[in-house]
């Protein structure tokens, strides 16, 4: 079975700081996807990234930046200089291949940016 | 380039009454699949599309509901017998998935039903 645990439920911030969001999963596959999902307060969820269980390599893009390491089972997500337009609930996600590509989600982490 | 849409977008119901959702995909998308969030909580799986064929249902999916792929295009979602318990936001999501290749998943709006 799959799991996806966000333990942190709520976070706020003052606006221009640092900010980081845990995820850690359980698996017993060998090849697995790692996902972000942002959904802002109109509800659509929205695609941050995707990552391959073979790749451990940082990934950043502008303010976002992501830390996958397999060791800890922890994929962790680092917004830099957060904004207003930030403030979401950002949930993490994992999912298998061959057949099992279906999304197992964590509860999710509401962040709020405080102006 | 349109993304996933859902209709309707918010559907209010009485206990008992059946409801049917419809979802659109991206149109070259193979792959179509159902969730259902409730308040607080992740998106839950309840169901998947590889085209026109329904390759796993979740025990999420009680006899009530009934989910379809016809042509292999959009998909619609039924529930029958509605319960208070039913409350949720159903998303849709869509992706290619080729041998050898996988693309995440892109969600429409959602349809949020309230049964009363």
């Known amino acids: 079975a799959q799991k996806v645990t966000q333990a942190q439920t709520e976070i706020s911030v003052v606006e221009k700081e640092d900010v980081t969001l845990d995820c850690v999963y359980e698996t017993r596959d060998t090849t697995y996807y790692l996902f972000w999902y942002k959904q802002p307060p109109s509800g659509e969820l929205v695609f941050l990234i995707r990552r391959n269980s073979f790749d451990e390599q940082n990934e950043i893009s502008g303010r976002y930046s992501w830390n996958f390491q397999k060791s800890t089972s922890s994929f962790n997500f680092t917004i830099t200089a957060s904004q207003v337009v930030d403030s979401a609930v950002y949930f993490c996600?994992?999912?298998?291949?061959?057949?099992?590509?279906?999304?197992?989600f964590g509860t999710g982490t509401r962040l709020t940016i405080i102006p | 380039d349109t993304g996933v849409s859902q209709d309707p977008r918010h559907k209010i119901t009485k206990r008992g009454q059946n409801v049917t959702f419809r979802c659109d995909p991206i149109?070259?998308?193979?792959?179509l699949y159902w969730y259902r969030q409730t308040l607080g909580q992740g998106p839950e799986f309840l169901t998947y599309f590889q085209n026109e064929a329904q390759l796993e249902k979740s025990r999420l999916l009680s006899d009530r509901f009934s989910a379809e792929r016809p042509k292999g295009s959009f998909s619609t979602l039924e529930i029958q017998r509605t319960e208070q318990g039913d409350s949720a936001m159903y998303l849709c999501a869509s992706s290619l998935v080729s041998s050898g290749d996988y693309n995440e998943q892109f969600f429409g709006p959602g349809t949020r039903l309230t049964v009363l």
């Open positions: 149109s070259e998308h193979n792959r």
């Open positions: 996600a994992l999912s298998g291949l061959f057949g099992n590509e279906k999304l197992t």
